[in-house]
């Protein structure tokens, strides 16, 4: 059976967090205060979940080998199907900069991880 494109698992993961009415999805791992100082930037700046969904966005399109062919203009605006890669790291940083400083650390690495697979 043929692999699903990055493309369609994006699709179905999109479709599934929009017909659950699940809460907002949170970052996995932070301190309650982290997961405090999220939600009030999330309220104030953003949306709710914004936080985890601009982490898993950012995983998903550098995990896809074809990401450095991306061009932001051909975009559909949907952010786990075709993600700016500006707008990603400018939400990833202004968390950072909100966060406990233990929490930040432990963002700071994972995306540091992620940004390895540039
Ligand atoms: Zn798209």
Not at 1 to 6: C, E, G, I, T
Not at 43 to 53: I, L, T
Not at 76 to 100: N, Q, T, W
């Amino acid at each position: 059976m043929a692999r699903r494109s990055p493309a369609r698992v994006r699709a179905d993961a999109l479709a599934r967090s929009q017909t659950t009415g699940a809460p907002a999805e949170a970052i996995p791992g932070l301190s309650p205060r982290g997961r405090f100082a999220v939600a009030r930037l999330e309220r104030e700046r953003y949306w709710p979940g914004a936080a985890a969904e601009a982490l898993r966005a950012w995983s998903l399109f550098l995990r896809d080998p074809w990401h450095r062919l991306f061009d932001p203009a051909e975009s559909c605006g949907v952010m786990l199907c075709c993600p700016d890669p500006a707008e990603l790291r400018e939400i990833l940083h202004a968390v950072a900069h909100v966060l406990p400083r233990k929490d930040a650390r432990a963002l700071r690495r994972r995306v540091g991880e992620l940004e390895d697979l540039w």
